[in-house]
């Protein structure tokens, strides 16, 4: 365990502040605002590419977007801002989290629905299991019988 | 020749199925002992004539025979000998064939391993895998057969997707199917026991090694996969939540789950129809995983191929499996009273948690992966759902029950104290706290997840050693520790060495995500970047040819202040058939992490633009999956777990009782 430890500790102090950017783009000046844009482009889908977000990605369309983020950024708007601009020209598909509206309140609660789910429908049958069955009234006759024999 | 031969053995074995499928029924029901016995010599037969019909496949790949379209579609004659073989899966239709081939093997394994099984049983369960095999055969003879000729024949074949020509890739699938596959064994003895009536501990005794099994194919498939997606896709992610990668993800939940209920079935006689539903869900899943990837709804690097009659099929072939047996469920299902009682802090509450929490990540995964259609659908746009609600659910559903996983194994059966539990895990509990707790004061801010789940990895892994140490008595009596060391059984080595993987697999992945360097760089020859401390410098490139591609290849030498600690050479590889563009990463793994560099285009004037990354701890994540599924393997080859064996319940029972106590 302290190798695990001590390992992780070494990666620790020489990892830090190891940001890095592609060369033909121009990481802002601001490390605060970089890192918000870099953080955001996690979060965009590249529309051409198969499940891979514009910070992963390669393509020309990637580069453009990659670009926009940070121009946004810089020019002093929110996250949240961008996201809107990036939705309004390409729709919620364009992010990866899905935004939390009529149609994805379920999706968004799903993992919480269906642990209560599935926890009651568990529990609920071994309760009953638990629970053993109401004596029949022909058992109750014997049980009393059997209590009011004298040894 | 050889052609008409596999096809006809195809055909063959479809009756043998039909046969298979229907006369043992027929025999359970008027108590026919001959017409059951039946089903075993249907099993062999089939599986004969799947390895008739494999083998007939790849003799046309191996020896490049274009006249059939199969071999001329993702053949090529100058494919490497290994790729030509592993092209026999690459495709739709030899991976339904191989698919079949590994139904069959399971199907004849039940026969032979299951000698000691009352002969009603084993021909009702052997009926329900002939009758997969059955609808499997169907699909390949009518909507994807192999064997179809092509006149006349090319002169060359139009070869593979250069993506999947790979050692790793070459392995993974078959991996992936034992795995998927194996679960339908568990399906099969779900949907006899269903049939019959009745599951005993007994019941459980003989399931589990076979969802062990699948479970750990699965584990290995899956960790190959990624492996491959590591290397090969170039950008150092191992995991994407693809719903490819989804697909084999969920079975994976599910039989997981599985080999933990069916424990508490075989000990306490309880949560039977719960595991009946965990069966017969876990190998719906693996269909669906199957299917899922070729019915075009989804487009990946795996979808081999669209067809609409095939969609249509696969769709028929869902429901009557998926649909039919959950109603056979439905209705039997309710006769299966549970008669063992548990107490509600005990070790089977704590898999009954497990068990709330797999499931329940299982589904959410399926919710995930299919929410985008049914939005869509239901004209509300269209929307992704990508990595960042996957991660949400995973913290959320995952991390209770890391929690009971380090206490599940301290706990006792039936009435556990759940001070006495906490007594052996409380340390662990503390160590996770301040391993946690350093991160946070280290760098503060912005890294609560990266402290939470450290603290996670690090509870979960101290409280398995704990569980050990009490185990043995080591605190209490250190001079007897030893000889208890060896009375710890194989299962519970298996045990407590999976759970550790998971705890390196959640250390592997929390400290590579928030500590990864990276350098995205263009360099010219001579030119040095450094990464997280090691030196690269670029020396140059090279042409290198290949069988079936050209390649540029990069020289690096990283350093680590004077002293060279490795050379790596990536590749940027152009494959000629199909024309296709593929890097190949250089890795050199470091007890600390992994150096990783990928060569990209040529940028002009002799500079390259290069990836550069070092990823500290990720060689964890393979290790950590090593370790479960030889914790798997230690599990399976315990003796009381064979099917079969002689070993009365009572020692058995002992066995696990007394360990915890």
């Known amino acids: ?151 | 020749m050889a052609g008409e031969l596999g096809h006809f053995a195809l055909i063959l074995a479809l009756l043998f199925a039909l046969a298979g499928a229907v006369a043992p029924h027929i025999g359970a029901v008027r108590n026919d002992a001959t017409l059951m016995a039946f089903a075993d010599r249907s099993v062999l037969a089939q599986f004969l004539m799947a390895v008739t019909a494999f083998a007939a496949l790849t003799y046309a790949f191996v020896t490049s025979d274009f006249s059939v379209v199969n071999v001329a579609t993702n053949s090529h004659t100058l494919k490497p000998m290994l790729y030509k073989i592993s092209g026999v899966w690459g495709n739709h239709e030899g991976s339904l064939l191989f698919w079949v081939l590994i139904l069959t093997l399971f199907g004849a394994l039940v026969s032979w391993r299951g000698r000691k099984l009352p002969l009603r049983f084993r021909s009702r369960v052997l009926a329900v895998q002939s009758l997969l095999v059955l609808g499997f055969l169907m699909f390949i003879l009518f909507t994807s057969n192999p064997f179809l000729r092509l006149d006349p024949a090319p002169l060359e074949g139009n070869g593979l997707n250069p993506l999947l020509q790979d050692p790793g890739l070459a392995f993974h699938p078959p991996m992936l199917y034992l795995g998927y596959v194996g679960l339908s064994v568990a399906f099969s003895f779900a949907v006899a026991a269903l049939i019959e009536g009745e599951v005993t501990p007994l019941w459980a005794r003989w399931v589990r090694p076979w969802a062990l099994l699948a479970w750990v194919f699965l584990t290995g498939g899956i960790a190959l996969g990624s492996w491959w997606a590591y290397y090969e896709l170039g950008w150092g992610g191992w995991w994407f939540w693809d719903p490819v990668e989804n697909a084999s993800f969920m079975p994976w939940l599910a039989a997981a789950a599985l080999l933990h209920s069916a424990i508490v079935v075989e000990k306490r006689d309880a949560l039977k129809s719960w595991t009946i539903l965990l069966a017969i869900v876990a190998f719906s899943l693996s269909l669906l995983g199957t299917f899922l990837v070729r019915s075009g709804v989804i487009t990946s690097v795996h979808a081999f191929a669209t067809d609409p009659a095939r969609g249509i099929f696969i769709l028929a072939f869902l429901a009557v499996v998926v649909g039919g047996s959950l109603v056979l469920y439905a209705w039997r299902a309710p006769k299966l009273a549970p008669s063992g009682l548990f107490g509600i802090v005990s070790r089977e509450s704590a898999l009954v948690v497990n068990n709330i929490f797999l499931s329940t990540f299982a589904a959410v995964v399926l919710v995930g992966t299919l929410y985008p259609l049914f939005v869509e659908a239901f004209g509300a746009g269209q929307i992704t759902v990508g990595p960042p609600f996957f991660e949400y659910a995973a913290a959320v559903l995952m991390s209770p029950l890391i929690v009971a996983l380090g206490l599940g194994p301290v706990l006792a059966w039936k009435r556990g104290n759940i001070s006495r539990a906490m007594q052996v895990a409380f340390p662990a509990l503390v160590v996770a706290a301040v391993a946690g707790l350093v991160l946070v004061w280290q760098n503060a801010g912005g890294v609560v997840m990266t402290a939470f789940g450290l603290g996670l990895a690090v509870w979960l892994i101290t409280s398995v050693f704990l569980e050990i140490a009490a185990r043995i008595k080591l605190f209490r009596a250190p001079a007897k520790a030893l000889t208890g060391l060896g009375k710890i059984t194989r299962a519970q080595w298996g045990m407590s060495l999976a759970h550790a993987g998971v705890g390196v697999i959640l250390l592997g992945i929390t400290i590579s995500e928030a500590f990864t360097s990276e350098e995205l760089v263009v360099m010219a020859p001579g030119d040095t970047v450094d990464v997280a401390g090691y030196s690269f410098t670029f020396e140059g490139v090279a042409p290198v040819a290949g069988p079936n591609f050209t390649a540029v290849r990069g020289f690096f030498t990283v350093r680590e202040g004077e002293r060279v600690i490795t050379s790596l050479t990536p590749e940027d590889r152009v494959y000629s058939n199909p024309a296709m563009n593929t890097t190949e990463a250089a890795i050199h793994p470091l007890f600390s992490g992994d150096l990783y560099a990928v060569v990209g285009e040529a940028t002009g004037a002799g500079r390259w633009s290069v990836r550069l990354y070092f990823k500290p701890m990720i060689s964890a994540l393979w290790l950590g999956a090593l370790m479960m599924m030889i914790g798997g393997i230690l599990s399976l080859s315990d003796r009381r777990l064979r099917v079969g064996s002689p070993t009365g319940k009572k020692t058995a029972a002992q066995a696990g009782e007394g360990a915890s106590a």
């Open chain 1, 1 to 151: 365990m302290m190798k695990y430890l001590s390992a992780f500790c070494l990666i620790l102090t020489m990892s830090l502040g190891a940001l890095s950017v592609a060369v033909d783009e121009k990481p802002l000046a601001d490390p605060v605002k970089e890192a918000q844009a870099r953080e955001l482009m996690k979060e965009i889908r590249c529309l051409v590419c198969q499940n891979q977000s514009i910070e992963d990605s390669n393509a020309e369309l990637a580069r453009d977007l990659r670009a926009i983020v940070r121009e946004r950024i810089a020019l002093g708007d929110s996250p949240d801002n961008v996201r809107a601009y990036l939705v309004d020209r390409y729709g919620d598909w364009v992010l990866l989290r899905p935004p939390v509206k009529t149609s994805t309140y379920f999706l968004w609660a799903s993992p919480f629905l269906v642990v209560l789910i599935i926890a009651l429908l568990l529990i609920n049958r071994n309760r009953q299991a638990a629970a053993p069955a109401p004596l029949s009234d022909a058992e109750k006759e014997q049980l009393k019988a059997l209590l009011e024999r004298e040894p």
